[in-house]
């Protein structure tokens, strides 16, 4: 199987936050592992995406340090390769892992180290990085270190940029800049777009240049736009589940994944964050089989989209 769309910090185990919270001398107001993943996890009544992300703040307090940026990257390689998942593409933020004084190319570096031993010790398994520039304010010169860092380890690891974070909130037209960058150097790109804003974020996205669109679930909302993504043959890296917590669809039950298939989009089956929204790929599949009707054939043929995709050939 391939994951196309999975998140480094919303994919922790709550133990390894637990020991390294205790190892780094970092006070947490729970006392017991289980709390900790009760805080990792999205509430059951999450309203919002940036209520979604706010889960993400107490993996990111343990994650400063090389040490835990490897320890936890390898142990997700570790459990991606324990669901037959064949070939990953993990994204992160480096600049998220800088409040301690590591340099981005430092944070980047210890994840290429926990990937690259993971690959060792687990051989059925290919994993690359991208690395995501973050929405918000006042981030240029922070987004564009992160380009700049792609640049300098692109390979036979880090194979692509991102734009994540609150889309609503910072409207994907504010990053032309960043993604110029990124093609003037032909770093290969995949933009989140579509999830908490609409079919616009989608049209900006693709404008950049983009092959690839993490979530896209909102280009539903309008007809050109889902032929040009047929036409010029638009990946969408679809998360079922996490696009109901994060209110980009009503329920899961209307989720468009059905529609965008039938349409002749090319959608691909991911988890997002494994701990975050307590998925895997494995439950995501038997979500579309269920819930969904996708039949063995109609699987495979996402599972060869997704190869299709896939930034490391």
């Not at 289980?34 to 009544?45: S, T």
């Not at 290919?126 to 792609?150: H, P, S, W």
């Not at 790109?189 to 404008?207: C, F, N, P, R």
Request: hydrophobic share 40%.
């Amino acid at each position: 199987m391939i994951e196309l769309h999975l998140h480094l910090d919303g994919s922790l185990r709550p133990q390894t936050v637990w020991e390294l919270a205790k190892e780094q001398k970092i006070e947490l107001p729970f006392q017991s592992v289980e709390e900790v993943k009760d805080k990792m996890e999205v509430p059951k009544d999450c309203k919002t995406l940036p209520e979604y992300l706010e889960r993400f703040e107490l993996p990111l307090l343990v994650l400063q340090q090389e040490e835990a940026l490897e320890r936890v990257t390898y142990e997700l390689v570790e459990d991606l390769e324990n669901l037959s998942v064949t070939y990953a593409e993990i994204r992160f933020a480096p600049q998220l892992s800088t409040k301690q004084g590591l340099s981005q190319a430092q944070v980047v570096e210890a994840v290429i180290r926990g990937a690259k031993r993971g690959m060792k010790d687990h051989n059925k398994i290919r994993v690359g990085l991208i690395l995501c520039c973050m929405r918000g304010e006042e981030l240029f010169k922070d987004n564009m270190e992160t380009i700049e860092v792609a640049k300098q380890y692109l390979g036979d690891v880090v194979c692509a940029v991102d734009l994540a974070g609150a889309e609503s909130l910072f409207p994907t037209e504010l990053f032309e800049d960043i993604f110029q960058k990124a093609k003037d150097y032909e770093i290969p790109m995949t933009i989140h777009a579509g999830e908490a804003d609409g079919a616009e974020s989608v049209w900006k996205a693709l404008s950049y240049g983009t092959k690839r669109i993490g979530h896209g679930v909102r280009a539903i909302e309008d007809p050109e736009l889902i032929k040009k993504l047929v036409e010029d043959q638009i990946t969408l890296e679809v998360c079922v589940t996490s696009n109901y917590q994060t209110k980009a669809v009503e329920s899961i039950e209307v989720h468009p994944i059905r529609k965008l298939f039938d349409a002749g989009v090319r959608v691909t089956i991911n988890s997002d964050n494994m701990t975050v929204s307590d998925t895997n790929i494995q439950k995501e599949i038997e979500i579309l089989k269920t819930m969904f009707g996708f039949e063995k054939e109609e699987l495979m043929k996402m599972e060869q989209y997704a190869a299709d995709a896939k930034f490391l050939k």
